[in-house]
């Protein structure tokens, strides 16, 4: 009975597929030949259905009250589900007022999570076919306050904890992951979420809500991805008060143990799933996260997003902000407040992009400036703090450490917040900012939204809506009193490490440069059309993420197989439309069995 009616979670598009016998799954195109068909399906379905009340229990391939009569009587579970046969968009219907029923987004995010636990299928079409309003409760600011009450909303584990005391032991806790095939993995220590710092074990979420993006967004397929937490302890003694805390009830241990742990991780996650296996570094703190960016970026397929996954996105929007600011990226000034790595990734970044544009070195260094918490970088700073990543930034400048008269010393066109210091572009900042600039560009950055910089309100407000707005958490559009709605911008990373790591698995690429985000910053800015440029914004909407993704995984494609980093041979003819065909698609298997008759004897 299993063989027959084995899973199928291909990237077959239409209104029905069925399982893989009948090879009505996958698109068959130019750029696939059959055999590449046939190990595709080995490698991705490898769950087979379950038979009896347990197929009801399997969420990946559990269909609920769509399962059909033939399906329900094949199963062995008819008579288990109410007689009704919804059809997907009813199933859809009624989940969203369940959740739309709920008081707040905590309760809207638990609903959601029961979901996946129950229905994978109707969990990723409830979120991929309303974007704009799932992706604030499955992904920032929502996410945030998931994580802070994870040891009340825990329910069933979703991922990997490996403790300190698991060192000599993590291939063994490797090896208790059901799925065989994983490609991705978003791994945590939880010592700076969102802004929200240390949150221990807690930090669990974030690799959570950043997978399920890779496949709601990008269609990663959910089996090919592991969300891993590395608990060495927590600093965040309310936690370590808190006897319901589901953490190691220690402080965080900084010594060589951590890691030796580390290494142990990335050595068994290649054992395990090979070298193409795509590790991204997620929320580790400051030091942390650049040490294991330099120290790992070569030796394995690797990125932190918070460092290059920002400074890719802002980017792409200070690159899209160059069309109404009609300035070349050289002309600019920016000033950041904080320094750490989005500030820094994003920094870094620019340069590169300046570089492109013919720009020295030198040259563009000096455009940007930053801020950290003892006040503004600059050489023989006596507060002293100037670590090697900060150096390059360093000038020549008299040290300050008021933001506002730093703004009103340097003038800059561009000002990014990226410290989690709610509310300090106060209003006379942001009207300076208009005051020296026909079209200030002010990036409030910081997450969730009660740690932004400013609102979008505010910004659009005093800048009398000549400003160029962009945010880390979502903000409402915002009505000018001449009638003119502007939509804020929201520089959400989503838009850009979905689409890169659809990209990096699908090419298996070896390793990835940060050309090749300064690549994507430069697709996710083509996208930005006039139409987009005149509500203000400098993203596309968040409806066409799914969208973006596909362009930027092709891009990466193309890019990979130019560097010779891309190991998929043959490489497709049509590469576009073979990310495509790979993609996650929502729409359920058919369990229905398969009748056939044998040719008659003769
Ligand atoms: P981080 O801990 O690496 O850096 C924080 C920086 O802020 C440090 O340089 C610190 O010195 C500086 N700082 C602290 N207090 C300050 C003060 N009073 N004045 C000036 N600087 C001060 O954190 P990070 O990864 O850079 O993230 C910072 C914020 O940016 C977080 O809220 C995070 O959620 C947000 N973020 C947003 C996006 C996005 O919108 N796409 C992406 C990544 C991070």
């Known amino acids: 009975m299993s063989a027959m009616i084995n899973n199928h979670n291909g990237a077959a598009e239409g209104p029905s597929r069925h399982h893989p016998l009948r090879f009505g799954g996958l698109q068959h195109s130019d750029s696939m030949d059959l055999e590449d068909s046939c190990r595709e399906l080995v490698v991705v379905h490898q769950r087979p259905m379950r038979w009896g009340p347990d ?283 904080g320094a750490g790595e989005a500030s820094l990734g994003i920094a870094k970044l620019l340069v590169a992009a300046m570089e492109a544009e013919g720009s020295m070195t030198s040259e563009a260094r000096k455009r940007i400036w930053l801020i950290d918490s003892k006040g503004l970088i600059c050489k023989g700073r006596p507060s002293g703090g100037i670590t090697h990543h900060k150096e390059p930034f360093a000038h020549e400048h008299q040290p300050m450490d008021n933001l506002g008269q730093i703004v009103q010393d340097i003038k800059p066109t561009t000002l990014i917040g990226a410290a989690a210091i709610a509310g300090v572009f106060t209003q006379q900042i942001i009207e300076d900012m208009a005051s020296f600039n026909e079209h200030p560009v002010i990036f409030a950055l910081s997450n969730p939204t009660s740690k932004a910089e400013c609102t979008a309100e505010q910004a659009y407000k005093y800048t009398k809506g000549k400003c160029v707005f962009a945010s880390g958490s979502p903000f409402p559009a915002y009505k000018l009193p001449d009638g003119r709605v502007l939509h804020p911008g929201q520089g959400n990373n989503s838009y850009i490490f979905p689409g890169v790591a659809l990209g990096v698995v699908l090419f298996g690429v070896r390793h990835i440069s940060d050309d090749m985000f300064l690549q994507a910053a430069k697709c996710l800015a083509s996208l930005v059309t006039s139409e987009h440029l005149k509500d203000g914004r400098v993203y596309p909407p968040l409806q066409q993420v799914r969208d973006v993704s596909l362009k930027l995984a092709t891009k990466i494609a193309e890019y990979a197989y130019e560097a010779n980093v891309a190991s998929r041979y043959p490489q497709p003819n049509n590469i576009q439309e073979f990310v495509r065909s790979r993609m996650y698609d929502f729409t359920y298997d058919s369990f229905e069995p398969l009748f056939y008759d044998w040719p008659k004897a003769k």
């Open 55 to 337: 197929a009801l229990k399997d969420n990946r391939n559990n269909k609920g009250t769509a399962f059909s009569l033939r399906e329900r009587q094949s199963l062995g579970i008819h008579g288990l589900l109410p007689p009704v046969v919804s059809t997907p968009e009813i199933q859809e219907q009624r989940a969203l007022r369940n959740i739309r029923g709920q008081s707040n987004d905590l309760d809207r995010f638990i609903q959601l999570m029961d979901l996946q636990d129950r229905n994978e299928k109707l969990f990723y079409r409830v979120i991929c076919n309303n974007l704009e309003e799932m992706m604030p409760i499955v992904y920032t600011p929502t996410v945030g306050l998931a994580c802070q009450r994870y040891g009340l909303i825990y329910r069933r584990p979703r991922g990997l904890f490996i403790t300190k005391h698991d060192k000599g032991h993590v291939a063994d806790i490797l090896a208790a992951w059901p799925e065989q095939n994983v490609k991705a993995i978003v791994v945590t220590d939880g010592e700076r979420i969102l802004g929200l710092g240390d949150l221990g074990s807690y930090g669990m979420g974030i690799p959570v809500g950043k997978l399920a993006l890779y496949t709601a967004i990008a269609g990663v397929q959910p089996s090919q991805c592991l969300p891993i937490m590395v608990d060495v302890g927590t600093n965040n003694q309310t936690l370590l008060d808190d006897p319901l805390y589901l953490g190691l009830r220690e402080k965080r241990d900084n010594s060589a143990l951590y890691d030796q742990l580390i290494d142990e991780l990335m050595q068994a996650a290649v054992a395990r799933y090979g070298q193409n296996c795509l590790i991204q570094f997620e929320d580790f703190g400051n030091h942390n996260a650049f040490r294991f960016l330099e120290k790992y970026r070569d030796k394995y397929c690797t990125f932190n997003d918070d460092i290059q996954g920002t400074a890719s996105v802002a980017v792409a929007g200070i690159l899209a902000s160059l069309k109404i600011t009609g300035k070349k990226l050289k002309e600019n000034t920016f000033l950041f407040q």
